[in-house]
Nanobody
Framework: QVQLVESGGGLVQAGGSLRLSCVGS????????MGWFRQAPGKEREFVAA????????YYADSVKGRFTISRDNAKNTVYLQMSSLKPEDTAVYYC?????????????????WGQGTQVTVSS
């Protein structure tokens, strides 16, 4: 059974920064691409960023490009999301997921395991 545990969320003022972490269990963590998604109240879960298994390729939603950075440390079974220049519209629950299929990295159905989520609230 794969477990993903996010941490690092919190309340921050607009313009501030946060770093989210997602620790995965299992010896195969480094074999999978990983992604970050977010879900605001009343909205669908949306893609934020993804990273290939090696960390050599990264992908971002247009809304966060240039402000967020995804990275991973396979030795620690951890993927990170560094968020800077935060805006109130970034407020959401942030989830990390493991891409278990060959579908698009931006699509929710491509991910087979999810963490419980961590709340990020950006005040204006």
């Amino acid at each position: 059974q794969v477990q993903l545990v996010e941490s690092g969320g919190g309340l921050v003022q607009a313009g501030g920064s946060l770093r989210l972490s997602c620790v995965g269990s299992g010896r195969t963590f480094s074999s999978y691409a990983m992604g970050w998604f977010r879900q605001a109240p009343g909205k669908e879960r949306e893609f934020v960023a993804a990273i290939s298994w090696s960390g050599g390729r990264t992908y971002y939603a247009d809304s966060v490009k240039g402000r967020f950075t995804i990275s991973r440390d396979n030795a620690k079974n951890t993927v990170y999301l560094q968020m800077s220049s935060l805006k109130p519209e970034d407020t959401a629950v942030y989830y990390c997921g493991r891409q278990g299929s060959t579908g698009p990295m931006t699509g929710v159905p491509s991910y087979d395991y999810w963490g419980q989520g961590t709340q990020v609230t950006v005040s204006s």
